[in-house]
């Protein structure tokens, strides 16, 4: 299992370590919307995502190759223009960790990006530089892959993601000068500069505890001490709701719920204490209550 390693990495970031991969991400083009078109381009774009992603290190940490981050990446092309090289897609991300002792994989993050827009070429090389951001499709891949990082790094240890994090937020201030969407500051409560925007400010800091507590000593603790382990998501969950208090706009919460939704009634559902069923029944609900139907479950 990765998370010891992780956890001592991300203590001990400053030691000098081979870089290695750290993701095993998954990209699928989907382009069923588009006809009359070589269907060799969506061909040739997909591999060449799925290399960008998967075979660079974007880290000076060291993964093995059972310990690399899964994610899912699919890109639904919804509009494409031969004679400009353009597309216009939208993406479904989603990235998991193994539970400890377990043969359950648990989603981190999940979000569907709708204002994905990019030029592309077949065969064109796709290059990533960090100061110098002048292609959308590879700052789109490249913000989402620290995310994704920071985020998986948010469970292992508390806050050890920050300096991934703070790079995503980085790849965000520099593409400000791209025309394409999904990049604006305050336009938006679940585009790319809203979710890193969040997810670093202060007074969301209990969102970032509340996923160490959550897996670490949560979910990670299941199959040890289910009791223990229900306690601490129990834990987990306040601490979404006073990230929720402090900044009610936020999406971050909302989304959580979304995608937690049905691993949070099985941990719940005919287990743990009454008190516990019912703080987490009622955060939930005042979180998201357009998903009562599935917190009514939790008794």
């Known amino acids: 299992m990765r998370r010891h390693l992780i956890t001592l990495l991300c203590l001990f970031c400053f030691l000098p370590l081979a870089r290695s991969q750290e993701l095993a991400c998954k990209v699928q083009v989907i382009h ?3 006809q009359g078109t070589n269907t060799s381009l969506f061909s040739t774009l997909e591999t060449g995502l799925n290399e960008f992603m998967n075979t660079r290190a974007w880290t000076d940490l060291q993964f093995q190759k059972d310990e ?8 639904t092309i919804k509009k ?13 991300l989603q990235s998991a960790r193994p539970v400890f002792n377990s043969s359950y994989n648990s989603t981190v993050f999940s979000i569907k990006d709708p204002s994905f827009e990019f030029n592309y070429k077949e065969f064109d090389q796709l290059e990533w530089n960090e100061n110098n951001i002048d292609n959308n499709l590879t700052a789109v891949m490249a913000y989402y892959a620290y995310l994704i990082i920071g985020m998986d790094l948010d469970t292992f240890s508390p806050l050890g993601g920050t300096q991934y994090l703070q790079t995503a937020e980085n790849i965000v201030n520099n593409a400000q000068v791209l025309p394409e969407p999904g990049w604006a500051a305050f336009k938006d409560t679940k585009n790319r500069h809203a979710i890193i925007n969040d997810y670093l400010e202060s007074s969301m800091e209990p ?15 299941m199959a040890n001490n289910a009791d223990r382990g229900r306690a601490a998501i ?4 306040e601490l979404l709701d006073e990230a929720h208090h402090n900044k009610p706009l936020s999406m971050l919460p909302q989304l959580f719920t979304e995608y937690k939704r049905d691993e949070i009634v099985n941990i719940y559902n005919g287990h743990g204490t009454e008190k516990e069923r019912q703080t987490v029944k009622t955060i939930c609900s005042n979180i998201n209550a357009s998903m009562n139907t599935y917190w009514n479950k939790i008794k």
């Open 32 to 34: 069923s919307q588009i």
């Open 207 to 221: 969102f970032r505890q509340m996923q160490y507590k959550y897996y670490r000593q949560g979910l990670d603790e």
């Open 68 to 75: 690399r981050i899964e994610c899912t990446m699919n890109i």
């Open 234 to 237: 129990t834990e987990a969950i």
């Open 80 to 92: 494409y223009d031969e004679t400009k090289n353009f597309f216009s897609a939208e993406i479904l």
